[in-house]
């Protein structure tokens, strides 16, 4: 009888013990910044016509080789392109394409371009993200941020000069289109040497 009544009684604690777990406190989800290996950034101009291609590429990441850099041919002056940004992981097998993160986390990542060094050109925005967020009442709406995916790099007078493309992960948006308004950490930068002729 003794068994019985002590039994009962472990059963009865354990219960109450399962019962008054807690999951909620389950750790957040780390979100990790992306592993890129290549930028290769297109640049189409607007009618037709040779594109010209930009790419740095750093197999060991940060290893002590420096990235290769390459870049296609030179850009036409008064001419706008179209530009696309392809960012890969070559350690894996076959390369995985980054941009599908990207797009999948729009509003937490943003790409920068910054001309410099005197090279005749503008860029602007082509894309923004659809991703749905709250406001503080509750109300769903999407957001009309940038994320630079593509682009327009536009050109006029003869010159040379460089594109620095940087992509910020979790920058803060809106911004006012800086790197330093925008923070959050680099996830991948490149200074391309460009010449409009």
Known sequence: MKTIKFLSMAILAGSILVSCSNDDNSPEEINEEETITTMTVTLTPDGGGTAIELQSRDLDGD????????????????????????????????????????????????????????????????????????????????????????????????SSGTLTVTLRHEPKKPNDGTLADAGGETDITQTFNLTIE
């Open 63 to 158: 290893g002590p080789n420096a990235p290769e850099i390459t870049v296609s041919g030179n850009l036409a002056e008064n001419t706008t392109y179209n530009g696309s940004v392809v960012l890969l992981n070559e350690t894996e097998t076959p390369a995985e394409e980054v941009n599908e993160e990207i797009e999948g986390e729009a509003a937490e990542h943003q790409f920068f371009y910054v001309v410099d060094g005197g090279l005749n050109a503008t860029t602007e925005y082509t894309d923004e993200e659809s991703d749905y967020v709250s406001d503080e009442t509750g109300t769903n709406f999407t957001t009309n941020n940038p994320v630079g995916i593509t682009f327009t790099l536009t050109t006029t007078d003869a």
